[in-house]
């Protein structure tokens, strides 16, 4: 069993920064490609941003280039989705999510394909 807690959620205002951590425990952390993605009141689940099993390799969605990153220590079983210049419409719950492959790919932009999932944390931007 995989466990996903996400922390650092808040409300922040219009050009601000927050700093979410997912915290993963139960197996190895990096047989794992890790996920965030977002979802607003009445709005679909969305992608964010991920990362592959070692680290190297990071995608993030059109929306939120240049602004937000994703990384992983896999020492620490933590990964990181560091927002900047946030805007009112980042606003949603963000969740982390953790993807088992055999190998180092490239990780999946599909919610459905990810494995295990955190409760979840609030983000809010006001303008």
Same mark, same amino acid.
């Given at each position: %069993?995989? %466990? #996903?807690?996400?922390?650092?959620?808040?409300?922040? %205002?219009?050009?601000? !920064? #927050? @700093? #979410? $951590?997912?915290?993963? $425990?139960?197996?190895?952390?990096? !047989?794992? $490609?890790?996920?965030?993605? @977002? %979802?607003?009141?009445?709005?679909e689940r969305e992608f964010v941003a991920a990362i592959n099993r070692s680290g190297s390799k990071q995608y993030v969605a059109d929306s939120v280039r240049g602004r937000f990153t994703i990384s992983r220590d896999n020492a620490k079983n933590t990964v990181i989705l560091q927002m900047n210049s946030l805007k009112p419409e980042d606003t949603a719950v963000y969740y982390c999510a953790a993807d088992y492959l055999y190998y180092d790919g490239i990780p999946s932009y599909a919610a459905g394909d990810y494995d295990y999932w955190g409760p979840g944390t609030q983000v809010t931007v006001s303008s």
């Amino acid at each position: %069993q995989v %466990q #996903l807690v996400e922390s650092g959620g808040g409300l922040v %205002q219009t050009g601000g !920064s #927050l @700093r #979410l $951590s997912c915290e993963v $425990s139960g197996r190895t952390f990096s !047989s794992y $490609s890790m996920g965030w993605f @977002r %979802q607003a009141p009445e709005k679909e689940r969305e992608f964010v941003a991920a990362i592959n099993r070692s680290g190297s390799k990071q995608y993030v969605a059109d929306s939120v280039r240049g602004r937000f990153t994703i990384s992983r220590d896999n020492a620490k079983n933590t990964v990181i989705l560091q927002m900047n210049s946030l805007k009112p419409e980042d606003t949603a719950v963000y969740y982390c999510a953790a993807d088992y492959l055999y190998y180092d790919g490239i990780p999946s932009y599909a919610a459905g394909d990810y494995d295990y999932w955190g409760p979840g944390t609030q983000v809010t931007v006001s303008s």
